[in-house]
C-alpha cells in the first residue's frame, strides 16, 4: 500500500471514529437532546467572534439555509436566542443560553480529554509536529 493510500485511510478511519465517539458522548451525557452537528455549531458560535447568522454559516463552511435549519431546532431546544440587529434589521445576531453553557462544557471536556490521550506520551517536538500538521490540514481545507 503505497504511502498515500496509508494516510488517507488513517485520516478516513480516525474521522469515523470520531464521529462514533462523539455520538457516543451525546448518548452518555446528560444532553441527549442535540445532534452532533448541533453540538459543534454550540462550539462554534462559542469560540467565534462573528456571532452573525451569515458568518457563521461561513465558519461553518455551510449555507445559510442549511444554518437556519441548525438553529431553528437549537432555538427551538432552548440553546440559542436570535435578534435583529438595531443597526441593521437584516442582520441576525445569535447568542448561547445558560442551557447551552452546560452542553458546551462537557463538549470541551470530551475534545480535552482525547487531545490528552493523543499527546500524552509525546515530547514537545511531536507535539509541535501534530499542531503543525493540524494547522496545515486547516489551512488546506479554507482555501479548497
Keep these: 500500500m503505497s504511502q ?3 494516510i488517507r485511510n488513517l485520516f ?9 465517539f462523539e ?5 452518555k451525557s446528560c444532553v441527549r437532546d442535540v445532534t452532533p452537528t448541533e453540538l459543534k455549531t454550540l462550539y462554534i458560535i462559542q469560540l467565534s467572534d462573528n456571532k452573525t447568522m451569515s458568518g457563521l454559516a461561513d465558519v461553518l463552511k455551510v449555507t445559510q439555509g ?7 431546532s437549537l432555538e427551538k431546544k432552548g440553546y440559542v436566542k ?6 441593521d434589521k437584516r ?3 445569535l447568542s448561547l443560553t445558560k442551557k447551552s453553557e452546560k452542553v458546551i462544557d462537557s463538549y470541551e471536556k470530551f475534545h480535552n480529554e482525547i487531545i490528552d490521550k493523543l499527546i500524552s506520551d509525546f515530547d514537545e517536538d511531536k507535539r509541535s509536529l501534530v499542531e503543525e500538521i493540524l494547522a496545515k490540514l ?3 481545507l479554507i482555501t479548497s
Design 138 to 140: 486547516n489551512k488546506i
Design 23 to 27: 455520538r457516543r458522548f451525546i448518548k
Design 4 to 6: 498515500s493510500k496509508l
Design 91 to 93: 442582520i441576525i445576531n
Design 12 to 20: 478516513l478511519n480516525f474521522q469515523s471514529k470520531l464521529q462514533f
Design 66 to 72: 442549511t444554518f437556519t435549519i441548525t438553529i431553528n
Design 82 to 87: 436570535r435578534k435583529r440587529s438595531n443597526l
